[in-house]
Every structure is written in structure tokens, then in C-alpha cells.
């Protein structure tokens, strides 16, 4: 014969275990994949492909051109597209250009660029440039980012560099701007299931792309590893599931994906991001917090970004 108190605990342990269960049943389930679903894992798939026809660049970083120097570019590039409320991804896609056009090098300005900081500093901008015309739907146009050089590049300069670049990539610029938060979105429209989740999901994949974006290490991985890291600590991040949900959700990507989102490269990414994450900031500086000039947007903003001057 059970004690009352036995009895009881017996009670409750049944009640959290079938709780579980259900929990595991509801989430566990899945359906027929709909169209939505379908279309998610072709654009998937198209980027994967489009992947492999795009060379991965090498660490180029130098004693001069070292990895303090990229990562302050990069933050004035977040200070110009913040303060010009165009998309964060053009800084990943800009890091993207440049990464390959230094990585690549061969000679000629892409090699002085890693001997000169200016240089490097004219490229960075010129990649910013490109990438905005590329990704828009906004332009930031030459004079304007001759403007906020305050004189430090003409914009015949930028016009040079730019067709310098464009030369060295043989014009296959836009098969580098896939970001990975492009990837996110469409893991999201694979499962609906995330719904409940999607936008927290994507604030918080978005600042670890942010944090990728400032490590050149990044840009040697494929876009869809960086994708994927970014997606699993925003799913760490998140307070809105038990971590049984969360693993239910993960398990679930894994099945419908055509790759293995557990392999080893993806877990050296993701380890690489942790570290990373853990010591950058995401604050996000507004457009008026910044330093006042002459220079206005095109959408007639009353300030601008700090001048170029002042991280050269």
C-alpha cells in the first residue's frame, strides 16, 4: 500500500511526463509540405548552387591592414547605412566585395591596399557603395558618399576604384551578395512552426550577422554556414520556448534541409560566432546621435555619419 504522499508524487511525475509528451506530439508532427514550403527549399537550394560558383576569399590581412583596421571600416559603414536607414545587410554585402576583391589579389591597387590604409580605406568605401546600388532599394549616390569623405577622396576616385574592383571580380559582383540573413528568412518560411517566434528570431539573427560582418574569418565560410550559426544562437537566445521545443524546431530544419546543418564546418562556424558574439556590442547609434555637418541625405536627414577623416 502507497503512502499518500507517494501516491501524490506518482500523480505528478505522470502529469509532467504526459505533458511532455503531448508538448513532443504537437510539435513533432508534420504535415504535408506546402507550396510555401516547397518554394522555401528551391530558393534554398538555387543559393546553395549559386554558392559554389562564387570563390571564397582568403585571410588577407596584414601587419598593416590587420583585423582592428577592417573591423573600425566596418563600423563606419554601420554608422553610414544606421544614419542613411538603409539595410544592414549592404554592410555584409560590401565586406563581401571587398573580401574577395583584396582576397584575390594579384597586384596592381588591390595589393597596394593591403600596404596603405588609405587605400584600403577608398576600397571599403567604394564596396559600400556598390553594395547599396546592388542591394537597394535606396541608393547612396557618389556625391553623397564623396560628401561624407569631406574631401578625403574625389569622387572620380571612387568611380576608378569601383571600375578597378568590378575588373578584378570580372564582373561577377552579384553572386557574392547573398547574405546569410537571406537564408534565415527562407529557414523560417520552411518551418511554420516558427511563426509564433519568426520576428524575435530574426532581431536576434540579425545582430549576430552584424558581429560576423566585422571578422574577415566570416567571409572565407560559405553564407548558408554563417546562416546557420546565426539562426542556432538566436534560437539559444531565445526565452519564448522550452529547450525541447527548441530542439524539436531544430531537428525539424534538419529533416526538410537538403544539407547537414550538424557538420563539423557548421559547428566550427558556430563556435567562431559564439566567441565572437559574447564580446560585440549591438547597439545600434540613430542617424542624430551623430556627429552634425553640412552634408544632408537624400531624404534631407538634418546629420550624417562621422566623417571618414576621423577613422582614417
Not at 511532455?20 to 534554398?44: C, F, H, S, W
Not at 536576434?204 to 566585422?214: E, I, L, N, V
Amino acid at each position: 500500500i502507497l503512502s499518500i504522499s507517494t501516491r501524490r508524487r506518482c500523480i505528478r511525475n505522470c502529469i509532467v511526463d504526459t505533458t511532455k509528451q503531448n508538448e513532443r506530439k504537437t510539435m513533432v508532427y508534420e504535415g504535408p509540405i506546402g507550396n510555401d514550403q516547397n518554394d522555401a527549399l528551391d530558393r534554398i537550394n538555387a543559393m546553395r548552387s549559386q554558392e559554389d560558383e562564387t570563390s571564397r576569399c582568403q585571410n588577407y590581412l596584414t601587419s598593416v591592414v590587420d583585423a582592428s583596421c577592417r573591423e573600425t571600416m566596418v563600423n563606419w559603414c554601420f554608422r553610414v547605412v544606421d544614419s542613411f536607414h538603409i539595410s544592414r545587410e549592404s554592410v555584409w554585402i560590401a565586406m563581401s566585395i571587398l573580401d574577395r576583391y583584396l582576397g584575390t589579389s594579384v597586384g596592381g591597387k588591390s595589393a597596394e591596399a593591403l600596404r596603405n590604409r588609405q587605400t584600403f580605406q577608398l576600397a571599403t568605401i567604394t564596396s559600400l557603395y556598390m553594395a547599396v546600388k546592388i542591394h537597394g532599394p535606396a541608393q547612396l549616390g557618389i556625391r553623397t558618399v564623396a560628401d561624407i569623405c569631406r574631401g578625403l577622396y574625389e569622387e572620380s576616385a571612387i568611380a576608378e576604384t569601383e571600375r578597378e574592383i568590378l575588373c578584378y571580380l570580372e564582373w561577377r559582383v552579384y553572386v557574392s551578395t547573398t547574405t546569410p540573413m537571406e537564408y534565415v528568412r527562407q529557414f523560417l518560411d520552411l518551418l511554420p512552426e516558427w511563426k509564433g517566434i519568426r520576428n524575435g528570431i530574426l532581431e536576434s539573427s540579425t545582430k549576430h550577422m552584424d558581429c560576423a560582418t566585422a571578422d574577415v574569418y566570416f567571409s572565407t565560410c560559405r553564407p548558408s554556414m554563417v546562416a546557420v550559426a546565426c539562426l542556432k544562437e538566436a534560437l539559444t537566445d531565445t526565452r519564448e520556448l522550452s529547450s525541447t521545443k527548441k530542439e524539436i524546431l531544430w531537428q525539424q530544419l534538419r529533416r526538410r534541409l537538403g544539407f547537414d546543418i550538424e557538420s563539423n564546418e557548421i559547428r566550427k562556424v558556430s563556435q567562431r560566432l559564439l566567441s565572437k558574439s559574447k564580446s560585440c556590442e549591438h547597439r545600434r547609434p540613430s542617424g542624430a546621435s551623430l556627429p552634425r555637418s553640412r552634408v544632408n541625405s537624400f531624404n534631407e536627414q538634418p546629420s550624417s555619419p562621422v566623417s571618414v577623416r576621423q577613422v582614417a
